[in-house]
């Protein structure tokens, strides 16, 4: 006799989609979203490799533009369906299911990186038909997840339609955009404009992030996790890139540059997580969620920084081991350049949902920009490059010290007076 549920119990298993309550206390991100976070952040950590190989070639231009395009899709996808989650996550078995496919989605993504990669390294027309198969496989879930949502609640039907109208137009413009061959001007021309449709589908359909019930604190809570795993990977890629510096499964061969370059992995992945968790981005959007938008698109850069970095970190690994075509200043650079992305991004996040720009902020910025330029300086004029990784490692903890030395003061008084405006 079979134990198995019969399709009128599965029924009953299925928790109606009605919407999250955005007030609810203690919400946390659910296991799969952990999970779903890891296998984004393996799509991450291959685009970081593939970028960082390339610029080692002495490819830099072209390794740039099949990265920003790599992350800005991993970003948007996972962008999407968090902030689903965040307003409409039943976590029942239907909801697991759905899920599962947009994870087998991001597979399919990770295994087209390399096509994509070494199709712009070449100059012809680039190969994104199995990024373009994973990308759609994410998305169509996705949709299928709003179709459950305009059906029962009915509150958020209009909302959920035009979501699935916008997503799927979007998406049949990628596939033409993958399986038609086409001149590369025209190949940049369309990623334009398709990326510019994906960032204004929340527009088109909700009038930004404000016609869903989504929670702030768990938003900034999935946003700080994805941030940590994303980080992560920057120290994997640190300690892969240091192997064979170490003298490889023997370890028998140290050198002060190797160490060098652990010290600032370690020490430079630490300071960026120190200042991410600075800023209360929970509370800031509760007091101003209008601005959900500008926090959860603003983040595709601070993602692409963060990778960038890792990707820097693995480029000087290559560079010491001789396995480069780059110059000392160029290395360097390609570390320099993200980290004060990174910054930028974060500052400008914080300060434009505080409503109050920090004259300290901008110092902050400024010597920070000049460790970072002191960095690149010393390394064209030759001096030891484990001072410029010092420099840079320095960085984040200008604004690190400036912070426990009573920067926090200021955030304190701005909390207070955006919680007595609300």
Same mark, same amino acid.
């Given at each position: ?14 928790t109606p989609m009605r919407g999250r309550d955005p007030q609810e ?106 990024? %373009?198969?994973?990308? %759609? ?8 997840q709003w179709w459950r949502a305009a059906r029962q609640a009915p ?36 990623? %334009? ?42 120290? %994997? ?46 509370t800031l959007l509760q007091h101003r969620p209008t601005y959900g ?130």
């Amino acid at each position: 006799m079979s134990n198995a549920p019969s399709p009128s119990e599965l029924r009953r298993r299925l928790t109606p989609m009605r919407g999250r309550d955005p007030q609810e206390g203690e919400r946390a991100s659910t296991p799969l979203e952990l999970l779903f976070d890891l296998i984004f952040v393996v799509a991450v950590g291959t685009s970081a490799s593939r970028f960082a190989e390339m610029a080692a070639e002495g490819h830099i231009a072209k390794g740039v533009l099949a990265f920003l395009f790599a992350m800005f899709a991993i970003c948007v996808a996972w962008i999407s369906f968090s902030w689903f989650a965040s307003s409409f996550d039943t976590d029942d078995w239907l909801y697991r299911l759905l899920t599962m496919l947009t994870m087998v989605g991001v597979v399919v993504f990770a295994l087209g990186l390399a096509p994509m990669f070494h199709s712009v390294d070449e100059g012809r027309h680039v190969d994104t038909r199995m990024m %373009v198969i994973g990308y %759609v496989v994410m998305r169509v879930p996705l949709a299928a997840q709003w179709w459950r949502a305009a059906r029962q609640a009915p509150e958020y039907r209009l909302v959920a339609l035009r979501n699935i109208r916008w997503m799927l137009i979007v998406q049949a413009g990628w596939v033409v955009f993958g399986f038609v061959p086409m001149p590369l001007w025209l190949t940049a021309a369309i990623v %334009v404009f398709l990326g510019g449709c994906e960032l204004l589908i929340p527009v088109l359909a909700q009038g930004g992030a404000n016609g869903t019930p989504w929670h702030p604190h768990h938003i900034a809570e999935r946003y700080s996790l994805l941030a940590i795993i994303t980080l992560g990977e920057g120290i %994997v890629g640190t300690i892969g890139s240091s192997q064979e510096l170490l003298g490889g499964a023997a370890g028998d061969q140290w050198s002060w540059n190797a160490v060098a370059v652990v010290i600032t992995g370690i020490g430079l992945t630490f300071g960026m997580w120190w200042v991410y968790f600075m800023m209360p981005f929970g509370t800031l959007l509760q007091h101003r969620p209008t601005y959900g938008y500008l926090f959860g698109y603003g983040h595709v850069l601070v993602f692409i920084a963060i990778a960038g970095v890792g990707a820097g970190l693995h480029i000087l690994g290559l560079f010491l081991e001789h396995d480069s075509h780059l110059g000392q200043a160029a290395a360097v650079l390609l570390l320099t350049v993200p980290v004060a992305v990174y910054f930028g991004a974060v500052y400008s996040l914080h300060d434009v949902l505080i409503g109050r720009l920090d004259p300290l902020h901008l110092v902050n910025l400024v010597i920070t920009a000049a460790l970072l330029v002191g960095a690149v300086v010393l390394a064209a004029l030759g001096a030891p490059i484990s001072i410029s990784l010092f420099l840079t490692m320095a960085a984040p903890f200008v604004t690190i010290i400036a912070y426990e030395a009573g920067a926090h003061r200021w955030q304190t008084e701005q909390l207070e007076r955006l919680a007595a405006d609300s």
